[in-house]
């Protein structure tokens, strides 16, 4: 088909190409013209309907279907097109061969039956029950207006000139009276402000009737004029009595039918599906917000209940950020409360589910533990630091997985400076002054730029240690760091880093820390008192009590993300493997972009399930890569497009502010990273001070006290 | 019929039989009976009219009798019965039984006008005697003491003073012309600041709803004051033939003005009382002021871009854009649709923030969009463009033809704006299905459901009936 197609194209241009050589036309004026259509096509009209594609998808209500927005796209996209013909630019006044016809009326005429299309669509749809009745109502009564209309022949003699022939005027009447119906919608005790908006109404679709549709299909201008206006004056007085009638009529059906007043515009509770999402992460969030988003024609809103260890969803991709100071923790969780209020948020962790009997059991902090029942289960429940049994790791090595995590780090390297300003031994202050990071993927190449950067930002406090000594190390098993970037670039990456300093030690692992080295698997011990774990990550432990069919130790998933064998459990994220269908036999990466799109997804397979049809397979490329590697340089893929220096920086740092949830944490990172251009970075310790304790004065005081007491 | 039915009826035949007086009265000794009734003798128009007036009213009490307690609920009914039944009775019921056939036309609709006066000043006088016919209960249901409502009386006298103050600074003699220069135009704000603070004096609301509130007040004020009560204090005839009344039209944007900027005024004035000094408790509303005044105005933009967009073909027809143009001094038509669109910007971001969380419904959003662009007809067609261009505002009914074409782009555009910020509004959890709002909001929130199902409807109808039949039946 598409060879079909590409064949016909390049038929039809050598046509024109024939011709525009036989007819001897202007051969510098042409390609001219071809060049700047093309200019305009693909450059700013195709990226302007691409861009408002993507908005109205974006902000538009889930009530307007599909066909409404297409026919928003139509128009605009159509519009910008048709706007320079209809304003008349390049018309010359004593040329009237120039642009000779009535451009505007061509495109209402077009844009007229793309909305009637739509509306009638919009109109046929299944909807609620009263929507629906409002609509048959509105038919009825449009259809009555329609044949009255027909009959009393003497009014249209005013409007003769307005009207396109019965036929039109019947088809724009009877939309019209469903048009009126639909937007009416009785609520008890409404009657009369029913009524009064039906009026309205009908004046409303007087002006789209009998001032723009009618002369527009009559082949009239359409002026909005006063005279039109006057010409139907008596349809304003019918349209607004059908408006009233059609009110009248709707409330008279109402409250025939079941009620649903304002208060149970929600259905309740117990009759709706329930969605228990597990995990606050990128994929459980993810998941949640887009179910709020939509629902089910068949089934409603399901409730939504998202159960969670921490009561935020935390933005993984700025925990450096916070590690290196520059970002205050707060700042970069988004809270699960504000950002989902139609769910319902339960902060526990999981004990225990009974697939058979739909239930999950959480602990909550205090108090028992609660059972819950669901009819659809999703488990995002993330990953967890894999220290694959080395010794010394789990008490000793840092990871960055969490907000405590990374606020701990930065505590930790700033005592570190604190002690070997003080210390006198060369080794052990060499040792306090070393940072070691395992691990050269994107967290492990990230956090060692951004601690040197910490250590550089804030050493001016500390004047006696010897910049020489401070020491950066980046642990890599494999010949290349940053695996999952072009090769280029991570060389490029790999460059970068050493041109700061940075030791990046390639084909080494680490086999055990204490709390004074790190040794390495090639014999050699480093002297350090800083490791950091980034080198692997594993699902988390839960997925393995649950009992499914584990691949990589990661819950073996459809590529619908259903769990294998069970059509009401779904899993994403990094706790899922979730097979790649553009690469037989690899399963998809576990980051952020495609958690969050793998969340999208799941919800609308849920959604489809419960609609009864059949979940659909998810499919996603990566769209970008990016890593910061420090102050103002990064490294950014995308696609085949590479791109490093202060510009990826740039990148990085617009891509993940777009992407941080909610406008106030925006503000705040951003200001965040404004003072950290013109002030030093902190170098407060809060947490309590570890080592040897304090002599205890508070006994000592005590028993002055005490003393001052009895005399 | 029940018992309280009845009696509603006869409180509603009470009300109506001295609005018939009230309308009736200055029609016969203006002469004006005989073509407003189509009896041949004014004595037998007068009880005519007093009949109908009588049994109308009765109906008006039945259809009213659960929502006698909100003066301005009963108020704006009442306005909007007028016209209807000027449209049912007047155009409609009348000439078939005289054995005519409909007067649908816009002949008969122009000679119909006195009826339409009448008809209007009926329905308002029925309204109130109504709402002061209710038992003590109802009314009483405010705890407001001495103080209380003396408050609410100076906000009102203040912001109606103020109003016209401002708009005689900024319009001059055009504003003060519509009533006898300056102490006029302050007695005229007075009374709208008054009439507003005793329709409305519960505590603060949105502003927009006030403003559009202040359009159908203001259009009392015009009917009762410039049309009604001046000439008869003057000793002279009911001025209400089209050829009359279209003399006095200048009066009606600046009494619409005058409506509206007293209404915002005292609900900024009860408003900055409750920003300024309330309780962070009493103001758990959901979102903080940057996120909420962010959305809102992101919204309204968003929305006004697709209403402007929507219209721009259309605009471009009517060569609508050549005169905006004008404003920035250019005669391009490219320059005229940058600026067509910068106010469409503008007009949906306000709309956007002064109507914030307003709409409960489709139809609700539309009706306040309604509402919102015909104001923006009168402030921005009559008023503003003018003066831009260096005239002075053009409040003759002749202007007001001319710029016809512009009236129904605005109420069209005000639809697509509100039906388009509700839809924007109903996707993000809207407040009227949120069942656990807190107590302070949850009273703020039954106001606002309250209004929606009451006096809200009417005021838009009111606005969008009168601004078109009026334009329409009064052009030269």
Redesign the interface.
Known sequence: MRRILIALGVALMAYAAVGAVLDGVNLIGVPLFLAGVLILNDGIILPLVIGLGALVGR??????GGWTRAA?VI??SV?IVA?PL????GRVADNPSVLPGSY??G??LI?ALVWLVALARGLARRGDPARRAGVLVGLGVGVAVALIGQLRG??TA?AAGLTPGSAVTIAVTIIGGALIGS???Y?P??L???I??G???G??WW??EW??VLPLFAGA??????GD??AS??Y???A??QGGVTAGLIAAVGARLPVRT??T??PPEETRPRVLIVGGGFAGVGVARRL??RHSTAAGAPEVVLVSDSNYQLFTPMLTGVAAGTLSQQHIGAPLRAGL??TTIVHATVESVDMAERQITVQPEAGEAVTMGYDHLVLAVGSVPDYRGLPGLEQYAFTLKSLADATLLREHVLRQLELADGERDSLRRRRLLTVVVAGGGFAGAELVAELRDLVHSVRRFFPRLDPEELRFILLHSQDRILPELDERLAAHALERLRAKGIEVRLNVRLTGVDAEEASLDDGRTIGTGTVVWTAGNAPSPLVRELGFELERGAIACDATMQVRGRADVWALGDCAAVPDLAQPGAYLPPTAQHALREGTAVADNILAVLDGRAPTPFRFRTIALLVALGHQDGAVQIGRWLLSGRLAWALWRGVYLSKLPG??KR?RVSIDWLLDVFFPRDVILTEPRRGRPPRDRMATMASVNVGDDAR | MSVFAAAAARQGAIAGLVGGFGSGLPLYYSDLLPAVSGMRSAPAGLVVHLVVAVVLGGVFGV??R?RGSDPAQVVF?GL?FGT?QW??EA??VRPLLQGE?IG???EA?RAALPALLGDLLYGLITAVVFVLLQPAPAMATDRRGVAGWSAVLLRGVVSGAAAAGLLAVVLGDSFTSIATGGTGVLALGIVAGLGYVLLYPAGPAGTGPAAARGAGLGFMVWVVLPVTTTPLLRGETLPWTADQIRALFPALPGSLLLGVLAAVLATWLSGLRRVLFADPADRADDE?L??RT??ALVRGA?GGV?GG??F???M???GY?GTVAQLVGSAS??VG?VVHLLISVVLGASYGLFFRGQS????AG??WG?SWGFLWWVLGALTILPVGLGGSPQWTAAAA??A??SL??H??YG?ALGAILY??E????PW??R?EAPVSVGERLSRR?TE???S???V??AI??VA?TL??VL?P
């Not at chain 2, 109903?426 to 959890?429: L, P």
């Open positions: 902000v538009a209500p889930r009530a307007w928003a128009s605009v519009t706007l209809v304003l008349g630019f505007g009326r495109l209402l844009l003497h009014m005013a937007v009416l919608r609520r005790g409404r009369l402000s029913l009064t908006t009026v309205l109404a004046l409303l002006t789209v001032l723009t201008e359409v002026s909005w004029s006063l206006a006057q004056f008596g304003l007085v019918a607004m009595i304002v208060d515009l929600v709020q988003q209020r139609n406008l106030e503000v | 259809l009213l659960r009914w909007i209807f449209y049912l155009l409609t056939s649908w036309g816009i609709a903080s940057a996120v962010t959305r968003t697709a967009l929507l721009t073909v259309i471009a027809q009517i854009f038509t490219g649709v409960d419904d489709l139809a539309i009706g309604i033809a001319a016809f074409p129904i782009g109420l069209c639809s839809s924007l109903a996707n993000d959890k009227w299905i069942p459901r929606l199902a009451g809200a409807p009417p838009w109808a969008a009936l078109v334009t329409v052009a």
